[in-house]
Protein backbone atom coordinates (compact mmCIF):
# COMPACT_ATOMS: atom_id res chain seq x y z
CA UNK A 1 0.00 0.00 0.00
CA UNK A 2 1.60 3.14 -1.42
CA UNK A 3 0.75 6.77 -1.02
CA UNK A 4 1.55 9.37 -3.57
CA UNK A 5 0.34 12.99 -2.59
CA UNK A 6 -0.29 15.13 -5.32
CA UNK A 7 1.78 18.50 -5.14
CA UNK A 8 -1.04 19.79 -7.53
CA UNK A 9 -2.65 20.97 -3.80
CA UNK A 10 0.95 22.26 -2.76
CA UNK A 11 2.26 25.75 -2.48
CA UNK A 12 3.82 25.81 -6.08
CA UNK A 13 5.86 29.00 -5.28
CA UNK A 14 7.59 26.81 -2.34
CA UNK A 15 7.73 23.26 -4.18
CA UNK A 16 10.85 21.81 -2.21
CA UNK A 17 9.77 22.51 1.10
CA UNK A 18 6.25 21.22 0.17
CA UNK A 19 8.29 18.02 -1.03
CA UNK A 20 9.69 17.54 2.79
CA UNK A 21 6.40 17.85 4.27
CA UNK A 22 5.75 14.46 2.67
CA UNK A 23 8.92 12.65 3.31
CA UNK A 24 7.46 9.68 4.82
CA UNK A 25 5.54 9.06 1.39
CA UNK A 26 6.13 6.51 -1.24
CA UNK A 27 6.08 8.94 -3.96
CA UNK A 28 5.65 12.59 -4.99
CA UNK A 29 2.57 12.55 -7.65
CA UNK A 30 3.50 15.66 -10.50
CA UNK A 31 0.72 16.58 -12.62
CA UNK A 32 1.89 17.44 -16.10
CA UNK A 33 -1.56 19.38 -17.76
CA UNK A 34 -0.77 20.62 -21.30
CA UNK A 35 -3.81 22.91 -21.50
CA UNK A 36 -5.03 20.84 -24.73
CA UNK A 37 -5.70 17.18 -23.26
CA UNK A 38 -7.17 18.71 -20.30
CA UNK A 39 -8.55 22.63 -19.17
CA UNK A 40 -6.06 23.13 -16.72
CA UNK A 41 -2.50 23.99 -17.25
CA UNK A 42 0.30 23.27 -14.61
CA UNK A 43 3.80 22.18 -15.29
CA UNK A 44 6.25 20.72 -17.71
CA UNK A 45 9.23 19.10 -18.08
CA UNK A 46 11.84 21.55 -16.74
CA UNK A 47 10.16 22.01 -13.05
CA UNK A 48 10.32 18.12 -12.88
CA UNK A 49 14.08 18.44 -13.61
CA UNK A 50 14.61 20.98 -10.94
CA UNK A 51 12.01 18.66 -8.10
CA UNK A 52 14.28 16.04 -9.40
CA UNK A 53 17.37 17.43 -8.08
CA UNK A 54 15.81 18.38 -4.56
CA UNK A 55 13.25 16.00 -4.36
CA UNK A 56 13.94 13.22 -1.27
CA UNK A 57 11.41 10.14 -2.48
CA UNK A 58 10.66 9.52 -6.47
CA UNK A 59 8.68 11.27 -8.67
CA UNK A 60 5.53 9.89 -9.89
CA UNK A 61 4.83 11.81 -12.90
CA UNK A 62 1.15 11.98 -14.13
CA UNK A 63 0.78 13.37 -17.61
CA UNK A 64 -2.19 15.03 -19.26
CA UNK A 65 -0.51 16.12 -21.81
CA UNK A 66 -1.31 15.32 -25.96
CA UNK A 67 1.27 13.61 -27.95
CA UNK A 68 2.46 11.59 -24.80
CA UNK A 69 4.87 9.33 -27.46
CA UNK A 70 6.50 12.27 -28.41
CA UNK A 71 6.99 13.78 -24.61
CA UNK A 72 6.67 10.98 -21.87
CA UNK A 73 9.78 9.58 -22.73
CA UNK A 74 12.04 13.11 -21.79
CA UNK A 75 10.28 12.53 -18.10
CA UNK A 76 11.54 9.06 -17.81
CA UNK A 77 15.08 10.41 -19.15
CA UNK A 78 14.74 13.29 -16.16
CA UNK A 79 15.17 10.76 -13.62
CA UNK A 80 11.34 10.45 -12.78
CA UNK A 81 10.27 6.93 -11.24
CA UNK A 82 7.21 6.29 -12.44
CA UNK A 83 5.52 8.10 -15.86
CA UNK A 84 1.90 7.63 -16.63
CA UNK A 85 0.61 8.36 -19.94
CA UNK A 86 -3.03 8.63 -21.03
CA UNK A 87 -4.25 6.00 -23.32
CA UNK A 88 -6.69 7.73 -24.68
CA UNK A 89 -3.77 10.44 -25.94
CA UNK A 90 -1.10 7.33 -27.02
CA UNK A 91 -0.70 7.12 -30.59
CA UNK A 92 1.51 3.48 -29.89
CA UNK A 93 1.15 2.74 -26.57
CA UNK A 94 3.05 -0.65 -26.61
CA UNK A 95 6.26 1.22 -28.29
CA UNK A 96 5.67 4.02 -25.49
CA UNK A 97 5.58 1.95 -22.38
CA UNK A 98 8.31 0.00 -23.84
CA UNK A 99 10.55 4.17 -24.46
CA UNK A 100 10.46 4.41 -20.45
CA UNK A 101 10.88 1.09 -19.07
CA UNK A 102 14.57 1.39 -20.91
CA UNK A 103 14.58 5.10 -20.02
CA UNK A 104 15.01 3.45 -16.89
CA UNK A 105 11.06 4.54 -15.33
CA UNK A 106 8.26 2.16 -14.36
CA UNK A 107 5.65 2.53 -17.50
CA UNK A 108 1.96 3.10 -16.67
CA UNK A 109 -1.09 3.57 -18.12
CA UNK A 110 -4.02 5.84 -17.04
CA UNK A 111 -7.47 5.82 -17.71
CA UNK A 112 -10.21 8.51 -17.61
CA UNK A 113 -13.65 7.78 -16.31
CA UNK A 114 -15.29 7.00 -19.39
CA UNK A 115 -12.94 4.90 -20.79
CA UNK A 116 -13.20 1.44 -20.30
CA UNK A 117 -10.04 -1.21 -19.43
CA UNK A 118 -10.87 -4.00 -21.28
CA UNK A 119 -9.75 -2.86 -25.10
CA UNK A 120 -6.17 -2.01 -23.33
CA UNK A 121 -5.95 -5.32 -21.63
CA UNK A 122 -3.72 -6.77 -23.73
CA UNK A 123 -1.34 -4.42 -22.49
CA UNK A 124 -1.08 -5.46 -19.26
CA UNK A 125 2.57 -6.97 -19.71
CA UNK A 126 4.01 -3.93 -20.70
CA UNK A 127 2.85 -2.13 -17.93
CA UNK A 128 4.09 -1.23 -14.39
CA UNK A 129 1.19 0.09 -13.35
CA UNK A 130 -2.66 0.97 -14.30
CA UNK A 131 -3.80 4.55 -13.07
CA UNK A 132 -7.92 4.37 -12.30
CA UNK A 133 -8.80 7.66 -12.51
CA UNK A 134 -11.98 8.70 -9.37
CA UNK A 135 -12.47 12.23 -10.91
CA UNK A 136 -12.51 13.93 -14.33
CA UNK A 137 -8.92 14.73 -15.05
CA UNK A 138 -7.71 18.72 -14.81
CA UNK A 139 -8.30 20.23 -11.01
CA UNK A 140 -7.96 18.58 -7.81
CA UNK A 141 -10.68 18.72 -5.13
CA UNK A 142 -13.24 17.40 -7.01
CA UNK A 143 -15.58 14.46 -5.57
CA UNK A 144 -14.34 11.10 -5.68
CA UNK A 145 -16.37 8.88 -8.33
CA UNK A 146 -16.94 5.76 -6.68
CA UNK A 147 -18.60 4.50 -9.81
CA UNK A 148 -15.15 3.74 -11.08
CA UNK A 149 -14.36 0.69 -8.46
CA UNK A 150 -15.77 -2.16 -10.36
CA UNK A 151 -13.36 -1.00 -12.62
CA UNK A 152 -10.87 -1.19 -10.40
CA UNK A 153 -11.81 -4.80 -9.77
CA UNK A 154 -11.72 -5.41 -13.30
CA UNK A 155 -8.52 -4.59 -13.72
CA UNK A 156 -6.93 -6.59 -10.61
CA UNK A 157 -8.95 -9.30 -12.04
CA UNK A 158 -6.74 -9.43 -15.48
CA UNK A 159 -3.32 -8.68 -13.57
CA UNK A 160 -4.22 -11.92 -11.47
CA UNK A 161 -5.12 -13.82 -14.53
CA UNK A 162 -1.67 -12.53 -16.64
CA UNK A 163 0.41 -12.74 -13.46
CA UNK A 164 3.73 -10.64 -12.87
CA UNK A 165 3.56 -7.13 -11.09
CA UNK A 166 1.25 -4.73 -12.09
CA UNK A 167 0.10 -1.95 -9.28
CA UNK A 168 -3.07 -0.57 -9.67
CA UNK A 169 -3.38 3.27 -8.73
CA UNK A 170 -6.14 5.23 -7.84
CA UNK A 171 -6.21 9.40 -8.63
CA UNK A 172 -9.05 11.96 -7.77
CA UNK A 173 -10.91 12.68 -4.29
CA UNK A 174 -8.82 10.24 -2.38
CA UNK A 175 -9.30 11.03 1.17
CA UNK A 176 -9.50 9.54 5.07
CA UNK A 177 -13.27 8.90 3.65
CA UNK A 178 -12.90 7.12 0.25
CA UNK A 179 -9.29 5.11 0.68
CA UNK A 180 -10.94 1.97 2.47
CA UNK A 181 -13.07 1.50 -0.85
CA UNK A 182 -10.32 2.25 -3.24
CA UNK A 183 -8.02 -0.57 -0.99
CA UNK A 184 -10.91 -3.44 -0.98
CA UNK A 185 -11.62 -2.98 -4.93
CA UNK A 186 -8.01 -3.75 -5.68
CA UNK A 187 -6.10 -0.03 -5.87
CA UNK A 188 -2.62 -0.57 -4.08
CA UNK A 189 -1.28 2.40 -4.86
CA UNK A 190 -3.23 6.27 -3.81
CA UNK A 191 -2.75 9.71 -5.14
CA UNK A 192 -4.13 11.91 -2.87
CA UNK A 193 -4.02 15.68 -3.28
CA UNK A 194 -6.11 17.95 -0.99
CA UNK A 195 -6.39 15.47 1.69
CA UNK A 196 -2.63 15.86 2.40
CA UNK A 197 -2.18 19.00 1.26
CA UNK A 198 -5.18 20.70 2.74
CA UNK A 199 -4.02 18.92 6.33
CA UNK A 200 -2.04 21.10 8.56
CA UNK A 201 0.44 18.00 9.34
CA UNK A 202 0.54 16.45 5.72
CA UNK A 203 3.31 13.67 7.18
CA UNK A 204 0.68 12.42 9.56
CA UNK A 205 -1.95 12.63 6.50
CA UNK A 206 -0.19 10.64 4.38
CA UNK A 207 0.54 7.86 7.68
CA UNK A 208 -3.45 8.15 8.27
CA UNK A 209 -4.29 7.00 4.79
CA UNK A 210 -1.53 4.61 4.60
CA UNK A 211 -2.66 2.96 7.79
CA UNK A 212 -6.66 3.27 6.07
CA UNK A 213 -5.63 1.43 3.07
CA UNK A 214 -3.94 -1.39 4.87
CA UNK A 215 -6.84 -2.32 7.30
C1 LIG B 1 -6.50 15.51 -11.26
C2 LIG B 1 -5.12 15.09 -10.85
C3 LIG B 1 -5.02 14.62 -9.45
C4 LIG B 1 -5.35 15.66 -8.42
C5 LIG B 1 -5.91 14.96 -7.23
O1 LIG B 1 -6.51 15.70 -12.64
O2 LIG B 1 -4.67 14.04 -11.68
O3 LIG B 1 -3.74 14.06 -9.20
O4 LIG B 1 -4.25 16.42 -7.98
O5 LIG B 1 -6.33 15.90 -6.30
P1 LIG B 1 -7.37 15.51 -5.16
O6 LIG B 1 -6.75 14.42 -4.33
O7 LIG B 1 -7.56 16.78 -4.42
O8 LIG B 1 -8.63 15.03 -5.85
ZN1 LIG C 1 -2.84 12.97 -11.08
Redesign the pocket.
Known amino acids: MQISP????ADFANLERELDRIGNADWA?V?V?DAHF?P?LTLGLPVVEALQKVSPIPLDC?L?IEDPDRWAPSYAEAGAGSVTFHVEAAQDPVRLARALRSAGARAAMALKPGTPFAPYEDLLPELDMVLV??????????S?MADQMPKVTQVREAVRRHGGEVWIQV?????ASTIEQCAEAGADVF????????ADDAAAAVDRLRELARS
Open positions: SILSHDMVNHMMTVEPGFGGQFDGGVSVAGSAVYG
